[in-house]
């Protein structure tokens, strides 16, 4: 069991990248779905997470507006479409399955292992 998160990159400040989030011996539909970021020296925070049962979303104050998650249970993916980047949003990024929608570590059960992102003119 576990996810895998791909999409990161490095990228210039204002330009976009869509993570990827997919389940491996997990199906996501059966889970809520939120997405982290640990930048170097920091702890790990809540960025946004997606319910399971009416694909309700949730997002922290300073990603509302830019980031947009997102579910396609047919291909079992969870997804973290993220504009407008500046270097603050440098971190890894992990995905991370739950019972239910939250913005604390300790709710998720499962975790992938990151994806990088670098933000970087």
């Known amino acids: 069991v576990q996810l895998v998160e791909s999409g990161g990159g490095l990228v210039q400040p204002g330009d976009s990248l869509r993570l990827s989030c997919v389940g491996s011996?997990?199906?996501?539909?059966?889970?809520?779905i939120g997405w982290f970021r640990q930048a170097p020296g920091k702890e790990r925070e809540g960025l946004s997470c997606?319910?399971?049962?009416?694909?309700?979303?949730y997002y922290r104050d300073f990603v509302k507006g830019r980031f947009t998650i997102s579910r396609n249970n047919a291909k079992n993916m969870v997804y973290l479409q993220m504009n407008s980047l500046n270097p603050g949003d440098t971190a890894i990024y992990y995905c991370a399955a739950s019972e239910i929608c939250g913005f604390g570590v300790t709710l998720y059960d499962y975790w992938g292992l990151g994806t990088q992102v670098t933000v970087s003119s």
């Open positions: 011996g997990l199906t996501l539909a059966n889970y809520a």
């Open positions: 997606i319910s399971t049962t009416d694909g309700k979303t």
